[in-house]
């Protein structure tokens, strides 16, 4: 792969995990056996208030670990629909986060990338992001899993974005941040 435009040459290929490889919406499976008629919607609300929490935060310079934004933006949601529930019922939720669906070619495309140094960068925790790539066994085609943890913000802060120089040792112009 060359950089269009440049004489650079990528040498790392660097996803998103949630939403790009992973998909979110296979919590609705959860969400709906859980609450049912509602498993669709709280996925959806869900998803769009832990975004506006970590971008929030990222502004204010007040960081907390993701698994904490999302069950904080799970709870949020459940009580703007006026649904009550146990944390038995919220820990079974917050655990499907830790076991997503991955998208359909996300296999064969990372395996057909062999060559390039591949990593994930995500706003996950590092206990998440670990879980998950365990479970779906891409800690086998994956070089690394860069949490955003380590910079205490959120992306798009361009300080979530260094991490990958500093975690493969690459410059960014060697970079294709998917």
């Known amino acids: 792969l060359q950089a269009a435009g440049a004489a650079v ?22 969400t709906e056996e859980a609450f049912p008629g509602h498993g669709d919607i709280i996925t959806q609300l869900w998803r769009i208030k832990q975004l ?55 296999r064969s495309t990372l395996e057909a990338l062999k060559g390039y140094r591949l990593a994930i960068l995500s706003n996950g925790s590092p206990d998440m992001l670990d879980a998950l790539t365990r479970n779906t066994s891409l800690d086998q085609l994956l070089e690394a899993t860069i949490s955003v943890d380590r910079a205490k913000t959120f992306k798009p802060r361009p300080e979530a974005y260094a991490l990958i120089q500093s975690g493969l040792g690459v410059n960014p112009s060697e970079v294709m941040f998917v």
């Not at 040459?9 to 959860?30: E, M």
């Not at 971008?55 to 649904?83: I, K, P």
């Open 52 to 106: 506006e929490y970590t971008w929030l935060r990222s502004l204010m310079n007040r960081y907390e670990d993701f698994s904490a934004v999302t069950r904080h933006s799970l709870a949020y949601t459940l009580r703007l629909l006026g649904l009550r529930c146990h944390d038995a019922v919220l820990d079974r939720i917050m655990g499907k986060y830790l076991d997503l669906d991955l998208y359909p070619g996300v």
């Open 9 to 30: 040459t990528i040498k790392a290929v660097v996803f998103d995990a949630y939403g790009t490889l992973y998909d979110i919406q296979s919590v609705a499976t959860v």
